[in-house]
């Protein structure tokens, strides 16, 4: 009976561990990344927004608060936040500590606030990394879900002559996924071994 529930211990760990990895989902188009976020989430469109003072720029409502920071601060009087210096990196960072899905248009735009169709680079805090190279606002739009907080979302600096910007900002918690019955009985098998070896011991 001894390997038995060490067998059964061993697969709970490993079930456990599993379930305490980052998994981030990628969406490429804002209906089936709203799908995936539960309601209640914040959205920022920028909009009659002016340019803050020097340093982060703070957001916040239904719950969840982040700021946006450049190295030459926030660029805000165009209907969109932007860097407002060229070539360098905008990071929003999330401050609420509740964030699992974030999504919204990211794109580059030169010194008139016109769109530009060159290469963008998001990072998130767990190492996720999306590039791609929208053709025009629409297709700018990428969204995240994790089941573990997202702490921070960074946009590479875009170049010589071009600022990193980002619109229509959805801030929120995903929908909590249906585990599959195959998972469960996992699950339950682990944690029956886990008790079965505790009885054990006692």
Do not use: C, H, W
């Not at 038995?4 to 989902?25: E, I, P």
């Not at 703070?58 to 719950?63: A, C, H, Q």
């Not at 959805?170 to 886990?194: H, K, N, R």
Request: no cysteine; proline share 5%.
């Amino acid at each position: 009976m001894k390997p038995l529930s060490r067998s059964l211990s061993a697969l709970a760990l490993a079930v456990l561990s599993a379930a305490s990895v980052a998994s981030t989902t990628t969406y490429s188009s804002s209906a089936s990344f709203l799908g995936n976020v539960a309601a209640g989430a914040y959205f920022e469109s920028y909009d009659g927004l002016v340019d803050p003072p020097a340093g982060p720029a703070l957001f916040s409502g239904s719950g969840f608060s982040y700021s946006a920071f450049a190295p030459s601060d926030i660029y805000l009087a165009g209907g969109f936040l932007s860097t407002s210096q060229i070539s360098e990196a905008l990071t929003i960072t999330f401050t609420s500590g509740n964030v699992t899905a974030v999504g919204g248009n990211f794109y580059i735009a030169d010194l008139n606030d016109d769109f530009q169709s060159v290469s963008v680079t998001l990072t998130l805090s767990d190492g996720t990394t999306t590039t791609f190279t929208p053709t025009s606002m629409f297709d700018s739009y990428r969204g995240f879900t994790s089941d573990l907080s997202i702490t921070s979302l960074t946009m590479s600096g875009p170049g010589p002559s071009l600022y990193a910007g980002l619109d229509n900002l959805t801030v929120g918690v995903m929908v909590s996924p249906v585990p599959e019955p195959a998972t469960l009985s996992l699950l339950g098998l682990g944690l029956t071994g886990l008790l079965v070896t505790r009885r054990r011991r006692i």
